[in-house]
């Protein structure tokens, strides 16, 4: 037996508990691994707090990020006692998830741990981390370079913000924070390598077609209308890669930044990218990662604390990135 949070429902409504779980009853797989630590992302606070349309079926155990070590495998590609990292692939959402103290999984959806970094500091990193990499590799491959001007990044307090911010400054770019929490977080902003701190509330007024270029590039979590001003605002031949909805689903715009300002946009999907797109991205984040990002964006906390801070991020009141030890 072990721990793990479950999500049930009742009359349509999702009820989190933590209870005692058999092996037995987790899902098929390759893999079973001792769950060393998972983290919370936005996904999984929709998820735990029936906010948004994330389970697929119940009972299912959250957690769309985990690190651990293999317990039993019948892949060869993975060995008893291997550190091994999981994001994404419907994990916490149609299969059961790294909220628990085992999991059993495809050996396909696993990724070796990279060499310098323990598992807690790979779910310092997670999904959100992941798919802040990928976005900053999307603004690099579109030939976007640090001398082309600032990048503006959106929500940038939370977990895919925050590590965006970080990347894009170890990588020498100029960047511009965009924060509904200003006062409060642009002090951490700048610390991560922020040059420019801009409330949000400046976004949020609605988007002529094109407005004065000032951005080289964007990355944004954002969506709606928040999108829709920064498309207007970006530089011409700029690049702006797009993962979130933080803010809303919809996008209030109009072709013209791309069709008279040469604009990219790029869709950024972390759930099923490649396994070599992903090694790669892992690899790049330990090398560009500075030691003071772990100390300065993540908070930890116990699986008890989870239904709390599943409610603040869906708030938008949680900053950085929060991991769970199991
Ligand atoms: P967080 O909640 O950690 O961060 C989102 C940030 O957006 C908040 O911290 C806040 O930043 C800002 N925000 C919150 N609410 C609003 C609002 N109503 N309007 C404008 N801004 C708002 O989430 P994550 O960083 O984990 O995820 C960000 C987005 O990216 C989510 O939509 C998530 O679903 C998506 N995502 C997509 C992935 C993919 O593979 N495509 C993978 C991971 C995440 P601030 O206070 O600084 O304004």
Redesign the pocket.
């Known amino acids: 037996m072990f721990k793990a949070l479950v999500l049930e429902q009742e009359d349509k409504k999702t009820l989190a508990t933590i209870r005692q779980v058999a092996t037995s009853e987790l899902p098929e797989g390759d893999v079973l691994i001792d769950v060393d630590y998972s983290s919370?992302?936005?996904?999984?606070?929709?998820a735990i707090t029936g906010k948004g349309r994330i389970v697929r079926q119940f009972p299912m155990v959250p957690g769309?990020d985990l690190t651990g070590t293999v317990a039993e495998s019948s892949d060869d590609r993975y060995h008893v006692g291997d550190k091994v990292v999981l994001t994404?692939w419907g994990v916490g959402e149609g299969h059961w998830g790294g909220m628990a103290e085992k999991a059993r999984l495809k050996a396909d959806w696993l990724v070796p741990l990279p060499t310098n970094l323990d598992g807690k500091q790979a779910m310092m990193v997670g999904?959100?981390g992941?798919?802040?990499m990928?976005c900053v590799q999307a603004i690099v491959d579109a030939g976007v370079t640090p001398d082309a001007g600032e990048i503006i990044v959106?929500?940038?307090?939370?977990?895919?913000?925050?590590?965006a911010v970080t990347l894009l400054a170890q990588l020498g770019y100029k960047v511009a924070?965009?924060?509904?929490?200003?006062e409060t977080?642009g002090p951490l902003?700048k610390q991560l390598g922020a040059t420019t701190i801009i409330d949000?509330s400046v976004?949020?007024e609605p988007a002529r077609p094109l407005d004065k270029q000032l951005w080289a590039g964007a990355i944004d979590?954002?969506?709606?209308k928040?999108l829709a001003k920064v498309l207007s605002q970006i530089n011409y031949n700029g690049a702006v890669a797009?993962?979130?909805?933080?803010?809303?689903f919809d996008l209030p715009t109009t072709v013209m930044p791309f069709i008279l300002r040469n604009v990219r946009l790029q869709?950024?999907?972390?759930?099923m990218?490649p396994f070599e797109k992903r090694q790669q991205a892992w690899q790049r984040l330990t090398e560009l990662l500075p030691a003071s990002y772990f100390e300065q964006a993540c908070r930890e906390v116990s699986l008890e604390q989870v239904a709390e801070c599943a409610e603040a991020?869906?708030?938008?009141?949680?900053?950085?990135?929060v991991v769970i030890k199991l």
Do not use: M, P
């Open positions: 919370l992302n936005y996904k999984d606070g929709l769309v994404g999904t959100a992941l798919t802040a990928l959106t929500g940038a307090s939370g977990g895919v913000g925050s590590v924070a965009v924060t509904g929490r200003a977080n902003l949000r976004f949020e979590t954002v969506g709606s928040v797009i993962c979130g909805l933080a803010g809303g869709g950024i999907d972390s759930v990218c991020i869906t708030n938008g009141q949680i900053t950085g990135r």
